[in-house]
């Protein structure tokens, strides 16, 4: 997933979907990322992963939905998410749920999601329930917060800053 | 992070054209060169260059910015693409911080002073620590960024008859002159400035801040981009100087690359080859960067100082210029 060409909607707090992945890796990113300064164009790995959403499944197509950007969506409304990761990690099925939570608001009936590593051929599968959705109407509320604050969150240890685009930014002096 | 993508320097005069959705160089010895566009970030020109309006947008969409150096090696202007890194947010605190004297002074100072001391590094010589200490001394009663220059100026002075002294005869600067530079030595600083600033205004580029909202130097007289000459003072001693006295000590450059006429001198096309192989080589050297925990070139050096100043826009973190490490 990459911010895309839209414009950075700095006082109107539209969470997408970047933005529940970098809450619940790392507040501060998302912090900065919603003020508007967004280095993930120079980083070699983002560049990778749009490559990869690029290459597999081409024969879907997303579905925009001006916050957010689903990378595709099933009948029965299950909505893929693909990740060039090779580990799956708790914000990319956040991401998902929080896709699932904007799809329903726009009256769709969702069934839940999935969660595809091309690199490593594994999914993983996003149940979509009323306890999934008070998690994902919590975690808009967290994001909308950290966004709303007005200075920025404290950084994470320093090894789990590796391969973020943020890294130059908060450790660069 | 590494950046994508590298700097491409156009030496020779060529032909810039747009191949689907590739660049090709036509060079005047007929082999064209294809790059792949991703693979660009920006291009320096040094020479006659053509380039037509289907290349400028693929350009422009591919975020590159192409640089153009006059005769002189002056910058001569800039293409840049459409804004795409923009923040609103960081721009406000900018232009609040560069109004408010007390923090504009206290960066422009420090600017200055960490320009003295990368100037006393790159020479590396005592004879220049009296003077830093009379700035050190003078600095914190200018109240105006005027008497800062004025202050900077002086040690320059200083700084520059040092390095003099160092040089071969025809290599001095015997102060120095600005547009046009009047002999060999002024024509090779001038030039390595212009280029210094350029990879200066790339480094903002790719950061949200305005580059015309500066600090130091004054916005009022040239239409310039005030920011990016502020942070290209402290890295100026880094290149310039340093390489002025590396390529006199080496015997690297010779008088035949420099074209000089009465009251003026520029350098020649072979000394603009020479020198641009220099300059790429040098910003393509390494330190080990201790925060970041890797080797960071000294392109990336700038690409952190323009970091630096957006950090202090959005979170008021005091900025600290450059100062080498190592």
Redesign the interface.
């Known amino acids: 997933m990459s911010p895309g060409?839209e414009p950075?909607a700095?006082d109107q707090t539209a969470v997408g979907g970047v933005h529940i992945k970098y809450l619940v890796h790392c507040p501060r990113q998302l912090w900065?990322y919603a003020?508007?300064?967004?280095?993930e164009?120079?980083?070699?790995?983002v560049?990778f992963g749009e490559v990869v959403d690029d290459t597999t499944f081409t024969r879907r197509r997303d579905v925009d939905l001006g916050e957010a950007k689903i990378d595709w969506v099933t009948t029965g409304a299950v909505i893929h998410e693909t990740k060039s990761s090779r580990a799956p990690a708790p914000g990319h099925t956040a991401q998902v749920r929080h896709y699932c939570l904007l799809l329903e608001r726009r009256g769709v009936n969702v069934r839940g999601g999935v969660v595809h590593y091309p690199l490593i051929r594994r999914t993983t599968d996003v149940v979509w329930d009323d306890g999934a959705r008070t998690e994902a109407e919590d975690t808009e509320a967290k994001a909308q917060t950290v966004i709303a604050a007005s200075?920025?969150p404290d950084r994470l240890l320093?090894s789990k800053c590796r391969?973020?685009?943020y890294?130059?930014?908060c450790?660069?002096? | 992070m590494p950046a994508v993508g590298r700097t491409y320097w156009l030496t020779e005069p060529c032909r810039i054209r747009r191949e689907d959705n590739s660049v090709r160089v036509e060079r005047p010895d007929g082999s064209p060169v294809r790059i792949p566009i991703t693979d660009i970030r920006d291009l320096v020109v040094f020479d006659h260059v053509d380039i037509n309006t289907s290349a400028l947008s693929l350009l422009s969409r591919n975020g590159v910015t192409v640089h153009i150096l006059d005769h002189y090696g002056n910058h001569a202007g800039h293409f840049s693409p459409a804004e795409s890194m923009s923040s609103a947010a960081t721009v406000r605190r900018q232009v609040e911080i560069s109004a408010d004297d007390e923090q504009r002074l206290a960066i422009s100072r420090s600017l200055v002073l960490a320009t003295a001391e990368n100037i006393r590094w790159a020479l590396d010589t005592d004879l220049l620590d009296p003077a830093l200490e009379a700035l050190r001394n003078a600095l914190p009663a200018c109240r105006t960024n005027d008497a800062i220059m004025g202050q900077e100026g002086n040690f320059r002075r200083t700084a520059w008859a040092v390095l003099d002294s160092r040089l071969p005869p025809w290599l001095r600067m015997n102060g120095r002159t600005r547009r046009p530079p009047t002999n060999a030595g002024n024509a090779f600083i001038s030039y390595l400035n212009a280029l210094v600033y350029a990879r200066l205004l790339t480094a903002l580029r790719s950061t949200p801040l305005h580059p015309a909202i500066g600090f130091l130097h004054a916005d009022t007289d040239r239409r310039r981009n005030t920011l990016a000459l502020d942070l290209a003072e402290p890295f100026k001693p880094l290149f310039a100087e340093r390489l002025l006295r590396r390529a006199a000590s080496q015997k690297h450059l010779k008088e035949s690359d420099f074209e000089t006429d009465v009251g003026r001198a520029s350098l020649s096309k072979n000394g603009r080859k020479k020198i641009a192989a220099l300059v790429r080589e040098e910003l393509s050297t390494t330190v080990h960067h201790r925060g970041l925990k890797r080797q960071v070139s000294y392109e990336e050096l700038m690409h952190l100082e323009a970091l630096k100043v957006v950090r202090l826009c959005l979170e008021g973190t005091p900025y600290k210029p450059f100062r080498p490490w190592w």
């Open positions: 060409p950075p700095e900065l003020r508007g300064y967004r280095p164009q120079r980083s070699d790995l560049a200075t920025a320093r391969g973020c685009s890294l130059d930014y450790w660069g002096d």
